[in-house]
């Protein structure tokens, strides 16, 4: 901590110091439904093959700088070489490096809100402008609206997030074709919770197109704890961003972790089913209580109690031991809660306190 009237030596940018920065509270909760994590952890056998990759790892060699391998493992999932796939350190720093290759001084990045705060964010701290769009009332994506910000700011990237966070909102393929023919510049589909929706962009990524698909393992393949995330994308995209990305970025031990996971898709589709089914359980109970409920292709819902303020429902669950995100403060999402899907004995918990705090 610095001292009162302490001047600093240096400096940050003027606009990096009106910034605020990305924060989720976390908290010592008995149900945490606030951060879309998975809410299980990995099959037992991949821990056990993890342990022994590092048991058996050169600690004092650099990693293979190319990830060639995790690549590799990562295309044979989505029928593509190793040229289409980027990893890095989650896919925050895939958002990153594509900010920092496309974007940058005199360049734009657009976005239609509500949707992820670190599409503007990271696009504002590698000193790219944000041209904003703003969704229908009901979240929806409007295409009036997105070819007047396309028209305005010409952004050299324009994202898409389906399903969309924090509304849950799964993009059609339709609407998706259009925007690629609309957009200037590059297109990039964030489906962090793409496993959970019922259709994915990445069948519509060639090499010809403008277009890429960024994924993460931390929902899908219970690896939060990892930070470790990709985009599938056409060869010369990946070739340029390889370019920008620091040398040895990814660890071997992230690598290994990567790879191990691939081999436990069975067990990981599963997961995602029985995760659909209780988000489909979860909006059928809330529909019952006195809340708006979004239909959501993701692994969480979003809600709006409506006779109680939000951030006072938000409260009255931490007290009852029950963490969501509160977004009841931000622009188009005044009152709104969202909540990952847990456990059955999790949502039970939380459908109970909310109950209890609506009544």
């Known amino acids: 901590m610095t001292a009162a009237g302490f001047v600093p030596p240096v400096l940050p940018r003027d606009d990096v110091a009106l910034m605020e920065g990305y924060h989720s509270p976390q908290v010592d909760v008995a149900v945490r439904l606030n951060t879309n994590e998975a809410p299980v952890p ?12 590092l048991a058996d790892l050169d600690w004092h060699r650099y990693p293979d700088r190319a990830a060639l391998e995790l690549r590799t493992a990562i295309g044979e999932l989505h029928g593509v070489g190793p040229e289409q796939v980027f990893a890095a350190n989650g896919s925050n720093e895939v958002l990153q490096t594509l900010c920092l290759t496309y974007g940058g001084a005199g360049r734009t990045v657009a976005v239609f809100e509500p949707t992820y705060a670190l599409h503007a964010h990271i696009a504002r ?6 041209a904003t769009g703003e969704r229908t009332a009901d979240f929806a994506l409007d295409l009036t609206e997105v070819r007047r910000v396309l028209a305005e700011s010409a952004p050299s990237i324009t994202y898409l997030c389906s399903p969309n966070n924090p509304t ?13 023919d609309l957009v200037p510049g590059l297109l990039v589909v964030d489906e962090a ?15 010809d197109r403008p ?17 470790l995330g990709y985009l599938v994308g056409p060869p010369w995209l990946v070739a340029e961003l390889d370019k920008v990305v620091l040398p040895y970025h990814l660890d071997a031990a992230k690598q290994a972790a990567g790879r191990i996971a691939l081999r436990f898709r069975a067990e990981m589709d599963a997961r995602v089913a029985e995760l659909v089914e209780e988000r489909g359980r979860l909006e059928a109970a809330l529909a019952d ?3 708006d409920v979004w239909p959501s292709g993701a692994n969480f819902v979003l ?8 951030g006072e429902v938000w409260q009255a669950l931490l007290d009852r031991s029950v ?10 999402l005044e009152g709104c809660l969202r909540v990952t899907i847990g456990t059955r004995a999790e949502d039970d918990r939380f459908l109970a306190a909310l109950s209890e705090v609506l009544a």
């Open 193 to 207: 919770y793409g496993q959970f929706a019922p259709w994915s962009a990445l069948d519509l990524v060639t090499d």
């Open 125 to 130: 701290i590698t000193g790219t402008r944000v």
């Open 303 to 310: 809600i709006r109690p409506r006779r109680v303020e939000g």
């Open 289 to 291: 209580l006195d809340v």
């Open 323 to 332: 963490l969501i995100r509160d977004f009841s403060s931000m622009p188009r």
């Open 168 to 180: 849950g909102m799964v993009e059609t393929e339709e609407t998706v074709r259009e925007v690629l």
């Open 42 to 53: 990995p099959p037992p056998g991949f821990r056990e093959a993890l342990a022994q990759e």
């Open 211 to 227: 277009l890429v698909v960024t994924r993460t393992f931390s929902k899908t393949w219970s690896m939060a704890a990892a930070r």
